[in-house]
């Protein structure tokens, strides 16, 4: 048996109208559309809908209108469920886990959750830090839905969705004399003393760009922590690269930092959302990445540092 909602909404329309012509013109079809529909359902139901009398219309059968009062409830209930559905989706609830790369979170995240948990407040947001070896970890678990992390280091069979590129720069004191070039080179840094960024997918990002330019740098501290980075380079223990900035140049301590561009072409990672596959992005998912990407591109300042801005953003 084949009855279809389709079906069921001629056969009402036609009892309407009492006419299949009549009918036809209120559904936008063709009235042989509307004839060969009845005559399924009809066949289907094993029971005359209608009797056709040419010169009083379409007359429904005692059988005909008890069938059609109930089908006239069936699509009542579902008008009534595709609103309910309409409003769930525009009210989500439920729960989120977000992993994130650590240099990330707090810089990206907190805006990017209060937009999302005052468009969706029935939403629970549980963030997950930590670097891409452990978020994807995570995520291959189950124990995430989704990850923000660049894709240096990032497995090529996640679902991604790319926010921005993000080249790389030079983080130098406020005071330091470097802090006044429109650029500067690799070459110019090697022999310096580098405050390394050491996350695994970053620290050798950083080292490839060095051995590119044919040199390589003069590491004297390393830290895991973006924030205990730029109070290191702050206090004038060295300099770093780096590829995100903070909304402001001051440090916790107060430092001022400056963030110059670099001469030498670099290769830029690119900021994306990935999940396990496009079959696992549900609309709360979808919500997320829209909102996220609308605040990267709203902010794009985050990614990019020019050469004559000088020490602010």
């Known amino acids: ?35 060969a529909a009845v005559d399924a359902l009809e066949a289907e139901l094993g029971s005359r809908l209608f009797h056709r009398q040419p010169a009083r219309g379409v007359v429904a059968t005692s059988a005909g209108r008890e069938i059609l009062a109930r089908a006239a409830r069936l699509l009542e209930e579902v008008e009534a469920f595709k609103a309910f559905a309409a409003e769930r989706g525009q009210h989500l609830a439920g729960e989120l886990n977000v992993g994130c790369f650590t240099s990330l979170s707090f810089i990206v995240l907190p805006p990017v959750l209060k937009a999302f948990t005052g468009r969706h407040p029935g939403i629970t947001v549980h963030l997950h830090e930590g670097e891409v070896g452990e978020i994807q970890d995570l995520l291959d678990r189950g124990e995430v839905d989704l990850i923000l992390t660049y894709d240096v280091g990032l497995r090529p069979d996640l ?83 780096l590829n995100l900035r903070p909304p402001h140049d001051l440090t916790y301590h107060g430092y001022e930092l400056a963030r110059r561009p670099l001469a030498d072409p670099a290769p830029a990672p690119r900021l994306v959302l990935a999940h396990r596959k496009r079959a696992d992005e549900t609309p709360i998912i979808s919500a997320f990445s829209m909102i996220c990407q609308r605040y990267i591109m709203e902010n794009i300042n985050l990614f990019t540092v020019d050469a004559g801005t000088g020490t602010g953003p």
Request: charged letters at 25%; proline letters at 7%; one cysteine or more.
């Open 1 to 35: 048996m084949n009855i279809t909602l389709k079906k069921l909404a001629y056969a009402l329309a036609v009892a309407r109208h009492r006419s299949i012509a009549k009918a036809a013109r209120e559904l936008n079809v063709s009235p042989s559309a509307v004839a």
């Open 159 to 241: 679902e991604r969705r790319v926010l921005a590129a993000a080249p790389p720069h030079a983080v130098f004191a406020g005071d330091d004399p470097m802090a006044r070039a429109p650029r500067v080179r690799l070459r110019d840094l090697a022999d310096r003393p580098m405050i390394l960024f050491d996350q695994p997918a970053s620290r050798d990002y950083f080292r490839d760009l060095f051995a590119a330019a044919g040199c390589a740098p003069r590491v004297v501290y390393r830290t895991e922590s973006y924030q205990t980075l730029c109070e290191l380079v702050g206090s004038g223990l060295g300099y770093a690269l």
